[in-house]
Structure formats: structure tokens, C-alpha cells
T-cell receptor, first 115, second 113 residues
Framework: GAVVSQHPSWVICKSGTSVKIECRSLDFQATTMFWYRQFPKQSLMLMATSNEGSKATYEQGVEKDKFLINHASLTLSTLTVTSAHPEDSSFYIC???????????FGPGTRLLVL | GEDVEQSLFLSVREGDSSVINCTYTDSSSTYLYWYKQEPGAGLQLLTYIFSNMDMKQDQRLTVLLNKKDKHLSLRIADTQTGDSAIYFCAESSRSYNTDKLIFGTGTRLQVFP
């Protein structure tokens, strides 16, 4: 149980385009979803926290207009990187927690490369 | 602010025990976690410990928590080559009524035959 999927697993796009990444909880209802960013050989940095049906809470230094987060249902959250630039290239990982709030289950990650 | 530190590398021989250490700063953390990340993959939750516990054992994994020193360790008994990965400790931090995770820098465990 407690499986989280992400789609796509990797994406290459041109500079200036927007990219949408989906995060789904497959076998539980995720009341809270988290989006992280991980640079090569570094730790995970929390970007934002979203609760179903409400606006995401962004961490300091994360541009909310650039990284649009939608958590429209209890099983789906999306992260849209708008007008992507090469410096946005990174590994994006989502996680989800349900009724057992102390446990976050992580997706497999999405590798974004912006040319 | 919150800060979680780990040593960067650990190399052990197959069959030996591995001990990965972590120090944290937020004394109000309710839970502390160990996650495993294999190359190019997401994070797998290995185990977690409630802050009022000193030890938790789960098969080959033993977690020790010294709350006074804010020190957490993960011991892997009979380490196998499949245990080679990056191990992250994380502390929970309450923010806007949500428990978010603060991750350590990660320890790369290499197991050699």
C-alpha cells in the first residue's frame, strides 16, 4: 500500500515552455501533498505544501508564479513550471500524506531538463 | 532555523554492520525519519521513531535516538550490496499546521564484497 506515482518520469523541453508534472496517490487519499526539488548530489529542498482544495503554501524563496501547484482532488496534485529556463533543470519529487500524517510517501521523481 | 547534518560517505564490507549518524537542531521535532534513495529514484521510507522513544528495531534496522544530544543513528546489520544507496535522515517541523520534513545532507553508503 501507500504508493505514489509521478508522471512523466523525465521530460526535456525548450527554454520558455511550460511543463506540468503530475503526482498521484494510488491507493490512499492524500490530504496533503508536498513538492521537493533535488539538485545533483544534494538533499531535498521543500518547495511547497498543498492541502486538497486550498492554495499551496510556498517556502521562502520559491516563486509561486513560476511554480504553480494545484491540488484539486484527494489523489492528484500538479506542479507546473512556467516559462522554464535551464536553471529550472532539476529532479522534482512529490510526496503525500493521508490520515497518518506523520508519514510521507514519496513518488519516484521527475527529471526535468530545460535546453 | 532547522538544520540536519550527516556525514557524506560511509564504506563497509558486505556482512558488516553499518552505522549512519545524524544530528538535528529542532528539539520540538515529533518524529525523526530515515529514508533510502537509490540512483535516479524517489525516496523509500525505511523507518521512523517517535521523539519520546530511545530505540526502535525493525528486522536488520535499529534506530537510536539521543534526544538530549539531538543525535539519531541508523544501524544496518549484516549489510548487503543491495543496501548501497544514499540515506537521508529527516526531522519533522511544524509549520502552518502541517508537519513538513527537513532533510539532512544524505550519507552515501557503499558496500563492497
Amino acid at each position: 500500500g501507500a504508493v505514489v506515482s509521478q508522471h512523466p518520469s523525465w521530460v526535456i523541453c525548450k527554454s520558455g515552455t511550460s511543463v506540468k508534472i503530475e503526482c498521484r496517490s494510488l491507493d490512499f487519499q492524500a490530504t496533503t501533498m508536498f513538492w521537493y526539488r533535488q539538485f545533483p548530489k544534494q538533499s531535498l529542498m521543500l518547495m511547497a505544501t498543498s492541502n486538497e482544495g486550498s492554495k499551496a503554501t510556498y517556502e521562502q524563496g520559491v516563486e509561486k508564479d513560476k511554480f504553480l501547484i494545484n491540488h484539486a482532488s484527494l489523489t492528484l496534485s500538479t506542479l507546473t513550471v512556467t516559462s522554464a529556463h535551464p536553471e529550472d533543470s532539476s529532479f522534482y519529487i512529490c510526496s503525500a500524506s493521508g490520515t497518518v500524517k506523520e508519514t510521507q510517501y514519496f513518488g519516484p521523481g521527475t527529471r526535468l531538463l530545460v535546453l | 532555523g532547522e538544520d540536519v547534518e550527516q556525514s557524506l560517505f560511509l564504506s563497509v564490507r558486505e556482512g558488516d554492520s553499518s552505522v549512519i549518524n545524524c544530528t538535528y537542531t529542532d528539539s520540538s521535532s515529533t518524529y525523526l525519519y530515515w529514508y533510502k534513495q537509490e540512483p535516479g529514484a524517489g525516496l523509500q521510507l525505511l523507518t521512523y521513531i517517535f521523539s519520546n522513544m530511545d530505540m526502535k528495531q525493525d528486522q536488520r534496522l535499529t534506530v537510536l535516538l539521543n534526544k538530549k544530544d539531538k543525535h539519531l543513528s541508523l544501524r544496518i546489520a549484516d549489510t548487503q550490496t543491495g543496501d548501497s544507496a544514499i540515506y537521508f535522515c529527516a526531522e519533522s517541523s511544524r509549520s502552518y499546521n502541517t508537519d513538513k520534513l527537513i532533510f539532512g545532507t544524505g550519507t552515501r553508503l557503499q558496500v563492497f564484497p
